[in-house]
């Protein structure tokens, strides 16, 4: 999928260097749920991207892992996600990581916006997006993302988390222009 300046595509493992500019960052990891340990070097990130490529044929649509792909320079500057929450694996969580140095353009928000209706397309009834307490860029990003807050919560992963819900009904006619 694309949106005006950017491409959601499938991982590749040729891109554990740009991966690694996400996960490899302390900034990035320490606000995933549940904690992702902080990559170390390139080696791991192929790895773990690895590990993605091969359960992805494993996962019901809409769930996945993506890459945000800046049309510009074709550069990968972060990763989406759509997977089931435990402890019930029913409700189905988006989420949303971009490299530090592409923080305040608007890519989280154009990407997850793109996302978030090609899940409702799908067949996706809701989406949720539990962001930890005090991550006001991950808050943020739910809002401008049309995302309703609905309280705190350790329901999921055992931490004390914010949640908040999209449904289809809240993407605004400006989500269409990302599509």
């Known amino acids: 999928m694309s949106t005006e300046r950017l491409t959601v595509r499938d991982w590749t493992v040729e891109d554990a260097p740009e991966a690694l500019r996400v996960y490899g960052t302390q900034e990035v990891t320490r606000w995933l749920s549940p904690a992702m340990t902080q990559i170390q ?66 890519y989280a928000s154009e990407a997850g916006r793109a996302l978030a209706k090609w899940a409702f397309s799908r067949g996706a009834g809701e989406l949720v997006a539990v962001v930890r307490v005090r991550n006001e860029r991950g808050s943020g990003t739910a809002k401008r993302l049309g995302m309703q807050w609905v309280g705190e919560t350790e329901k999921y992963y055992g931490m004390r ?3 908040y819900r999209l449904w289809p009904s809240d993407l605004t006619p400006e989500a269409d222009k990302w599509a």
């Open 41 to 106: 070097d390139e080696q791991e990130m192929r790895e773990v991207l690895e590990s993605w490529i091969r359960s992805a044929p494993e996962l019901a649509p809409p769930l996945g892992r993506w890459a945000i792909v800046r049309n510009e320079d074709q550069r990968v500057i972060g990763g989406l996600t759509l997977r089931y929450l435990p402890p019930d694996n029913e409700d189905i969580e988006i989420g949303w990581q971009l490299a530090p140095e592409y923080w305040g353009h608007g």
């Open 161 to 163: 988390l914010d949640v």
